[in-house]
Structures are given as C-alpha cells and as structure tokens.
C-alpha cells in the first residue's frame, strides 16, 4: 500500500540525508531516498470530466510516499519532462515549456522556437541543455525529422537531424547517446543517437509499438533494453500488454513471459536505484489508471507496489532530487 504524507513527515524522512548540488541525476547514481519521480500532467478523466491536466506529484519509492506539488499554470499532455525539472511542448502548449524553480517552489515559463508534442527529450549532461526530438505541431508533421536543443540559460538552437520521422516513440538515455524505439510511424524501428546525430541502428522490436513505455536496467553488467505496452503497429487500433527486453549477448528482443495486468497504452517507465518502476496508462478510450507497477527482471514478473495520487495517462515521468520539492510539497 502507498501512503500519502504531508510537508513534514517528507522533510522528517529526508532530514539525515545528505546535500547534493543541482547536477543531472544519473541512473546508475540512484541509491537512496534523495531521488524521487516527479509525475505531471496527463489525460486522468472518466465520463469526461478532467481535472488532472495542470497537476503534478512526486513518489519517493523507497519509502512507496507520495504528495501533490504546486499546480502547474497550464495543463500538459503528451509532453516530455527531464531530471533538471524541465517539462516542454504538449498538446495544446507545443510552444513553451516550464522550468520547476527550486528556491520558490514555482513553475517559469519559457517560449519555444518551434512548437512539439508527441516528441521525446533527451538531456546528456547539465552543461549541454535538454535536446528535444522529433514530434508534431499544428501545422503539420514538419517537426518530426528535427531537435532542437534548450540551453540551461533558456537559450534555443538547432540540434542534431534525424534520419526518421520520429512522434510517438519513446526514449532511454544511456551514458552519452539516446535509443530511440518504436514511433507512429518507425513502428519497430530502434536507432542510436548521440548529440552527433545517427549513430546506429539496433536489431528491431518483434512487436511495432507507439506511445509505449521504455526505460532500461542493469544485468551482469551489462544494460537492458525493455519496452512494453502501447499501440501496436503490426494490427490497427490494437493495444499491447507485452513486454519485450535486448540483451546486446543475445543479439535481439525477446518477449517475456510475463505482461502487463492489462492493455494499456500511454503508459510511462522510469529506472530509480536498478528498479523499473510502471506509472498509468490508458485503455484507450476515456479511462485511466493510478497503478505504480514495477518489472522484476529475475522472475520477469510484474508486481503491484502502489497507486499514484490521481489516475494519468500520456502523462510525463522523470527521477529528480527530492530535496528540490519535499518543502514544497502539499
């Protein structure tokens, strides 16, 4: 069972831990209750009534505690969030972004050059900026084969190209490149990029999927490629529950044995302390779930560990340092 907590039970917890400095959070850096996941927005609605769009929360999974953060100013679907507490595009808002303001507990508007939603972002390191890739806006599909990268002083420039027309995919960061799977329309495509460009493609999904979840884990050291879940592509208008992992060993993807507890699409995953935890989703029509899932790679089985404070999909995820939010937390 996950239990909510308030301002100060949060501070209490965090109270022995030590200080860290503002530098992106690494997956293999995630150790202990310092990270959380910060969960925005999000279609979370039944019988159309929707509420959820402009909120955000943040789940300490160690302690399975989460809490409501500020209201966001605008409410953000199909949008991208990163560690450094950047969320950028959506539907309805492809042209700013929002940047959380530690010391105020606040969230600042920043514009974008070029409007994006359904794209995925990719940050390499604190002194490079956010790159944010592929996507849509309203005019058309223009956006889908550029990135654009977001200074950490706001600033805006052009960044690498690509090779496909990349919306609906989604993104694991690795040490210094970003594989990019699935997509409306890649379907089982999987392509290596650094800030360079393309680098690589990998063997393919053995299911075409979008607006799946992704992320990856560690295995005799050696990381885990895993997506599940989604659109297929193979069948139109079909949604997943399987879940497939690559082992570069092995050379291609293999489908588990286990799947999801349902179909689900608009879905997201994040890795925190090796653990692939699973946040909401979508049956596809107008109902949503609060499920916390997490992928146990040794028995390759799901397992319950909570639910999130509002029900989300196509929602956003991103583990960030928890000391940036626990005072602001309500």
Known sequence: MMFKVNMMTLLCLLHVLPVFSHSQPKEDDLGDESYGVLISGGFGFDDNIDIHRSTAELYLPSSNISCSLPQMPDGRIYHTIESSGLLCGGLDTENTCLKWIPDTGSWELLTLAFGRWDDVSWTPGTDNGTYLIGGKDWAGMVNGMTTELMKPDGTQEPGFPLLDNINEACAIPTDDTVILTGGHNTHNLVSVYNVEGWQRD??????????????????DERRILIVMGGWGTDRLGVILDDIETFDINLGRWATSRSTLPRLMTGLRAANIDGRVLIFGGSNGGNHY??????????????????????????????????QDYVQWCQ
């Open 202 to 219: 990998l063997p393919p999904l053995n299911t075409g999927r979008w607006n799946h979840a992704c992320s990856s884990y560690w295995a």
């Open 289 to 322: 779930y609060d499920d916390i899932l997490e992928y146990n790679p040794e028995d390759e089985s799901i397992l319950h560990n909570g639910n999130m404070l509002q029900r989300r999909g196509f929602h956003a995820v991103s583990v960030v340092q928890a």
